[in-house]
Every structure is written in C-alpha cells, then in structure tokens.
C-alpha cells in the first residue's frame, strides 16, 4: 500500500470514529437524557477509554454539534460560488426548503424532531452551538473580505438563516405539516433574502 494510499485510509477510519462516538452519544442523549448520561458512559459504549474519547472530542456537548459541523463553513462556500454573495446564499436556502434540509427546520422526521429537541432544549448545548455560529460568521466574513463591513453583513446573514430555520422548526415542532409550512417559509426566505439585498446591495 502506498503512503498516499495508507494516509487516506486513515483518515477514512478517523472520520468514521468521530462518526460512530457521536451517533453512539446522540443515542444515549435521545433515551435518557444529556445531562443524565456521562462521558464515562458513553466511553464505556463505545468500547474505548474516557481519554480516548476526549482525544476525539474535547467536549461532552461537541458530541452532539459533530451532527451539524459540516455546515460550519457552509456559507462562506456557497457565497464564493455566485454570481454573487446573496443570490448564491438565497438559492442555496430555497433549495434546501425544497429538499426538505434539516439545518433549514423544515423537516418533520421523528429522528430529526428528536435531535432539535436535544439540541434547542439543553442550556450547554444551546452555549455551544452559538459559539458554531459565531465561528460560521467568523467563515463568511472572510469569504466576503474580512474587513468591518464584511463582518457587519456577515452578522446579518447568519442571524437570518438562523432565524428562519428556528421558525419553520418551532413550526414543525408544534406539530404543523411540511407541507403548511412549506409556502410560508418560502416566501419568508424571499422577503428576508430580498431585504438583505436592499441592505447590502454590494453583494446582490
């Protein structure tokens, strides 16, 4: 096996790791609770020792934002794919809505419920998955060329994403269909993604 070959495989077998501790915590987290489950615990599922598992994860609560790291950086990489910032960011949410996305809140599969009840209904968590968007602000204010204005229009475009995921989500959760919410949260993207550009026309 040749060196190249030998370092993507274990990269491939990290990943996978990371993959499996967390889907193995979000489990324990879903039946009994996260703050009734212990690192120890999750550990002990896993099959490996406790210092293992803080080599993987520094944190009990990064356990569970694993789930949703990949979307870290996801807006500073759509802003760079155009035409602009605000047209390539505003058909990437409208697409996601169409596919039913869960990081956009319109999705009403039980094991999506699930997870956004852990993740919006314990206080640690809540903490640290603002400290993940402020790090995907931090992303796209680079992207966008990192001075103040960019992080100024950074800050707006990340808190209406949010915003407009947290309300097709508290929509779901209070037990409306997808397909009621759906109109909705179309058109509220297009309001909200058009007053963006009158904002920041230097990025429509």
Known sequence: MSEEGGTGLRERKR????QDLSDIAVRLFLEKGFDA????????AAEISKP??????????????????DHETEAARVAAEGPSPLAA?????????ERC???TGLND?????????LLYGTPSLVARAAAFLERSEDALADALGGDLDARLAA?????????LAMEN?????????????????????ERAFGQLARGLPHLA
Do not use: C, N
């Open 15 to 18: 990943q996978r790791m990371y």
């Open 37 to 44: 489950v212990s690192v120890a615990e999750i550990a002990a």
């Open 52 to 69: 293992t598992l803080f080599r993987y994860f520094p944190a009990k609560e990064d356990l569970v934002l694993h789930r949703i790291a």
């Open 89 to 97: 960011l505003r058909r990437h949410f409208l697409d996601g809505l």
């Open 101 to 103: 996305e869960p990081v």
């Open 109 to 117: 599969h039980p094991d999506v419920l699930a997870f956004h009840r």
């Open 155 to 163: 800050g707006q475009i990340i808190a209406v994403r949010r915003i």
């Open 169 to 189: 989500w508290r929509r779901i959760a209070g037990g409306e269909r997808v397909a009621d919410v759906r109109a909705d949260a179309v058109a509220a993207a």
